[in-house]
Every structure is written in C-alpha cells, then in structure tokens.
C-alpha cells in the first residue's frame, strides 16, 4: 500500500520471482562494471581518498532501502561515549533542501531543510551531527565547530574518498540481498561479494549467516503534540490503528505492530516521503502510530491521537566486546 493503495514497487522485482528482471539485466551488469572501476580507481590510488586526523567508523548497506542503519548508529554513538570517547555523527541528509550544505545540526533543526534521520540521530544520540552530501566537507565541519575524536558517518560505505578505519555492514536479516542482482534488477549498490571485505556484520530482525543479531526493542508510544505523554504499545492491543511508515522498509514497523495485537489500517509512504497538512488531516479518527522518522516531520500538524513508536537496539555483550 502506497499512501493507501497498492501498486507495484522496485520490492516486488527485486524481493520476488518477478519477470521484470531479466529485461533490466543488460543495464545492472554495465551498473555492476561502473561500480567495480569506480572502486578499483579509489584501491589504485588513481581518485584521492582524505584521511581525517581522527578514526572514521562507517556504518552502511549494501541495498537500497532501510536495514536498521539509523538505530544502529544510535547504539553505536551511545556505546562509544559510554567508553569516553567524544563520537561526531555525519550523513547525507537525505530529503533535506537546505541551500547550502554541509549543515550542522542541532535538536530544533528543521526536517524539511536537513533530512528526517539527521535530526532523529541528533535528538536521540546527543553527539554533534554535520549532514551534507560530500562527506568529507560534512566532517571537516564537523571537525572544526565540534569536539570528536571520532567520526561516524552514515550510510558511507560507498562513499571512498573518505578513508576509513572500520566498516559495518547492517543488512536486512529477513530480505538479505533480495535477488542478488545490482540496481536496476535488484536492491544492491554493490555486488555481494563486497560483503566479504567487511570485519563486520550485523543483521536486523532475525539472525542471518555470519552476523550479529540485532533486535530492536520498541519504547513507549509518544505523543506527537505532547511529548510528555506516553503510553504503552500493549494499551492498543485488539484497536484498529492508523499504521503509517514513510521508511526503506515499513513491512518490518507494521510486523512490529501486529506482534502486539494491533489490527492495523496501514499507510505505506515511500521513504523520507515529506508529509503535507492536508494528508494528514484525511487519515482516520482514532490512533494514529508512526516511526519516529515520520514523527518529526509530522509534529508541527498532528492531531492530538497521534503518537510515534521509538525503537532501541539491541546488541550482545560479544560484540561489544569485539569493538573495544
């Protein structure tokens, strides 16, 4: 369902056993080839790659789509400063349309200017964050207006002008890599097999084959209009509820929700989709739950049943104790 209504997405070709594959072929095998030169050029030294004077953790995916990055990074940033350590936070700010960039920011920030999940890790990590499409100038600032010690950037892997210490692979435990074809027939940035230059590799909501489990763990609803207002998810058990995920995967929110008795009406958006007053005002009476992705940009014109779902991962002591 897309804002209501169904109709077929990239996810039914690249996730199922569709026709449409073999036709888009030709062009993710010349996608497959710009990528590995892309790549090789960085490896050969032929492009220059910046090294920061700081360590840089990237954390991405090998898909299109949500995989969990953004509660990762959040238990990462909490991880490292729990070790004394001062981490800075950079990322795309994808959605965003500010002019200039890279943009520091900060807990008030506006969504629409610096992307949905720039300001969710600034509220929820308590690190500075610098969002901008060129990562490098994005730390850089970050380097200068900002005491870190350590850099994390969000959804890098791909991006090799940035030298790196340490990469993280979060992948999709249900989806896994889909078909394994690279875009356009499948969900991949990059062929499988970059997978096995990565230390390492966890996997979001259910084990998958040499990864680290991590499971989210759902919070207390919270008010949209009220923030001081919680509730309990358990407390919408058996109630028709409004569902709405503008994510890279609102299949798993919506699981989330049913495995707590909610029958669900759901409202699938594609992802960092910017909501307007006017689709807001035409979901129906009663709860409405969402991620908090959506909340902050939903807050300013939300009614008063609507409430967002926080998540919190979480991860085993062995893997804490591989990072240290």
């Given at each position: 369902?897309l804002?209501?209504?169904?109709?077929?997405?990239?996810e039914?070709?690249?996730?199922?056993?569709?026709?449409?594959v073999?036709p888009?072929l030709?062009?993710s095998?010349?996608?497959r080839s710009?990528v590995?030169?892309?790549?090789?050029?960085?490896?050969?030294g032929?492009?220059?790659?910046c090294?920061?004077?700081?360590p840089?953790i990237?954390v991405?995916n090998?898909?299109?789509?949500?995989?969990?990055?953004?509660?990762?990074?959040?238990?990462?940033c909490?991880?490292?400063?729990?070790?004394g350590?001062?981490?800075g936070?950079i990322?795309r700010?994808?959605?965003?349309d500010a002019?200039?960039?890279?943009r520091?920011?900060?807990?008030?920030?506006?969504?629409?200017?610096?992307g949905?999940?720039?300001?969710v890790?600034?509220?929820?990590?308590?690190?500075?964050v610098?969002?901008?499409?060129d990562?490098?100038?994005?730390?850089?600032r970050?380097?200068?207006?900002?005491?870190?010690?350590?850099?994390?950037?969000?959804?890098g892997?791909?991006?090799y002008?940035?030298?790196?210490?340490?990469?993280?692979?979060?992948?999709?435990?249900?989806r896994?890599?889909?078909n394994?074809?690279?875009?356009p027939?499948?969900?991949?940035?990059?062929?499988?097999?970059?997978?096995?230059g990565?230390?390492?590799?966890?996997?979001?909501g259910?084990?998958?084959?040499?990864g680290?489990?991590?499971?989210?763990?759902p919070?207390?609803?919270?008010?949209?209009?009220?923030?001081e207002?919680?509730?309990?998810?358990?407390g919408?058990?058996?109630?028709?509820?409004?569902?709405?995920?503008?994510?890279?995967n609102?299949?798993?929110?919506?699981?989330?929700?049913?495995?707590?008795?909610?029958?669900?009406?759901?409202?699938a958006?594609?992802?960092?989709?910017?909501?307007?007053?006017?689709?807001?005002?035409?979901?129906?009476?009663?709860?409405?739950?969402?991620t908090?992705?959506?909340?902050?940009k939903?807050?300013?014109?939300?009614?008063?049943?609507?409430?967002?779902?926080?998540v919190?991962?979480?991860?085993?002591?062995a893997?804490?104790?591989?990072?240290?």
């Amino acid at each position: 369902r897309l804002g209501g209504r169904r109709r077929m997405s990239p996810e039914d070709v690249w996730y199922g056993r569709h026709w449409l594959v073999y036709p888009l072929l030709p062009a993710s095998w010349l996608y497959r080839s710009l990528v590995w030169t892309r790549r090789l050029a960085y490896r050969r030294g032929w492009v220059e790659r910046c090294r920061l004077p700081v360590p840089v953790i990237i954390v991405g995916n090998l898909t299109v789509g949500g995989t969990g990055k953004t509660p990762f990074v959040i238990w990462l940033c909490g991880f490292l400063r729990r070790r004394g350590m001062h981490p800075g936070v950079i990322l795309r700010g994808y959605g965003g349309d500010a002019g200039d960039w890279p943009r520091m920011v900060g807990p008030v920030a506006d969504p629409f200017e610096v992307g949905d999940e720039a300001l969710v890790l600034a509220r929820r990590t308590g690190c500075p964050v610098a969002a901008g499409p060129d990562r490098v100038a994005a730390a850089r600032r970050l380097l200068r207006e900002a005491k870190c010690d350590m850099i994390v950037a969000d959804d890098g892997l791909q991006h090799y002008r940035l030298e790196r210490n340490v990469e993280i692979l979060v992948v999709d435990g249900a989806r896994g890599y889909g078909n394994g074809h690279c875009l356009p027939a499948g969900p991949l940035r990059e062929p499988v097999s970059r997978a096995r230059g990565i230390g390492l590799k966890v996997c979001t909501g259910q084990p998958c084959p040499g990864g680290e489990f991590m499971r989210l763990l759902p919070g207390r609803l919270v008010n949209l209009r009220e923030p001081e207002r919680t509730r309990d998810l358990a407390g919408l058990n058996r109630q028709r509820v409004t569902a709405v995920a503008g994510i890279g995967n609102p299949a798993r929110f919506f699981d989330l929700l049913r495995g707590y008795g909610l029958h669900l009406d759901e409202r699938a958006y594609r992802d960092h989709h910017r909501f307007t007053p006017d689709e807001v005002a035409s979901w129906p009476p009663g709860p409405v739950v969402m991620t908090e992705k959506d909340a902050v940009k939903c807050r300013r014109f939300a009614g008063p049943d609507h409430w967002y779902l926080p998540v919190e991962a979480e991860l085993s002591p062995a893997f804490e104790g591989r990072l240290s």
